[in-house]
């Protein structure tokens, strides 16, 4: 039976956008009638973008029929920022969570930012209140807090700065005294310790999904493979960070492969990493070991996106209080400048 996109579209269209995702979608091992399915969706993403200056960013973590069907760009946390704040368009798309988009919210507070999965939250974020954070700061005074940028916009607005995982150590060092307050990933705050000049007093939030590594499976793998390169994200644990090759950001983890001239790799992060790098890289690298999805990144689904494009509900629509955008953007101002 015929959805009723297809009418919308010829018969060499879909062809052609069938024939466009497989050759991208193949590495992941989509096959030619799962991509004739969503080439109608990604077709009437891609016209509806077009028509309302709109343009779609994308976590890293997103499925690869997102990031390469419809996303304009796909990146870590500070990439998609820096796209936010940049864009010449009037609508912004994201899909990814709800800090991220609130994020592009504080930078662009004039476009309309759209989420398509707006009860996609994250564990970190929902770790800590700005209630949480005042009381920090009435225990600690005059001792700076650092956010990562896994908060909502109430706790950002409270922080005197704010970093991402590809730029964690430098915040932190940027900030005045010996002592910081890092909210509210424990683990990445334990991470940070060997580089950074501060003692760091810690919240206790964890990333449901990197706290589940262990260093059992890396030793494993590299019984199998000696020569695995073993790349982690810095929300895991010490443990797992400390018998890895690299720790740091998703786009870190890209920087880090793009230059290496290993040909395996394991990536200690969600599931979506790996799958965007076998196809970005091709045949010549190999992703080993075992993956974690994340339950609210995976909350974004084609169909969805394009219902909120087309007539977006109320909860899709990204709205921040004026004093809430004025206070957290001075300190994700810091992150955008490291
Ligand atoms: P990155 O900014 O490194 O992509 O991380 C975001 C995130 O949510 C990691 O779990
Ligand atoms: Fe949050 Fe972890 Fe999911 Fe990233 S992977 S959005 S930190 S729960």
């Known amino acids: ?19 466009r995702l497989l050759s991208r979608l193949d590495a992941v091992h989509w096959n030619k009638d799962t991509c ?12 509806l973008k077009k028509e309302m200056n709109a343009i779609i960013l994308a976590h890293s973590y997103q499925t690869a029929d997102i990031i390469f069907g419809i996303a304009d760009f796909a990146g870590d946390s500070l990439g998609l920022s820096r796209e936010a704040a940049n864009t010449d368009a009037d609508t912004i798309i994201f899909c990814g969570v709800r800090f991220m988009a609130e994020t592009a919210k504080i930078l662009s507070p004039e476009k309309t930012i759209l989420l398509p999965a707006p009860n996609a939250g994250c564990s970190l974020a929902e770790s800590i209140t700005a209630a949480d954070v005042r009381k920090l700061k009435e225990d600690n005074p005059g001792v700076p807090v650092v956010c ?3 908060t909502n916009a109430d706790v950002k607005a409270e922080s005197h700065a704010c970093c991402t995982s590809g730029n964690a150590a430098e915040v932190v060092n940027a900030q005045p005294g010996d002592k910081v307050i890092f909210i509210p990933d424990m683990l990445m ?3 940070l310790e060997a580089h950074v000049d501060k003692e760091i007093i810690a919240w206790d939030g964890t990333c449901i999904v990197h706290e589940e590594f262990s260093p059992g499976s890396i030793e494993a793998w590299r019984k199998f493979h000696p020569d695995l390169k073993v790349l982690a994200h810095l929300e895991c644990d010490s443990d797992v960070v400390d018998i890895s090759d690299m720790a740091g950001s998703t786009e870190g983890m890209v920087k880090y492969i ?10 200690v992060t969600e599931c979506g990493m790996s799958d965007r790098l076998r196809v970005e890289m091709g045949k010549d690298r190999e992703f080993l070991g075992s993956c974690v999805l994340c339950p609210y990144m995976k909350q974004v689904e084609l169909p969805i996106v394009l219902e909120c494009m087309k007539s977006p509900r109320e909860d899709q629509i990204v709205t921040l209080d004026e004093d809430i955008i004025r206070r957290a953007k001075t300190a994700i101002d810091q992150m955008m400048a490291h």
């Open 1 to 19: 039976m015929e959805s009723l996109l297809e009418l919308d579209f010829s018969r060499s269209e879909i062809d052609a956008e069938t024939e």
């Open 36 to 47: 004739a399915i969503i080439a109608p969706i990604t077709l009437e993403i891609n016209r």
């Open 148 to 150: 990562y940028v896994n």
């Open 189 to 191: 705050a334990k991470n």
């Open 258 to 267: 793009k230059q290496s001239d290993a040909t395996h790799f394991m990536l």
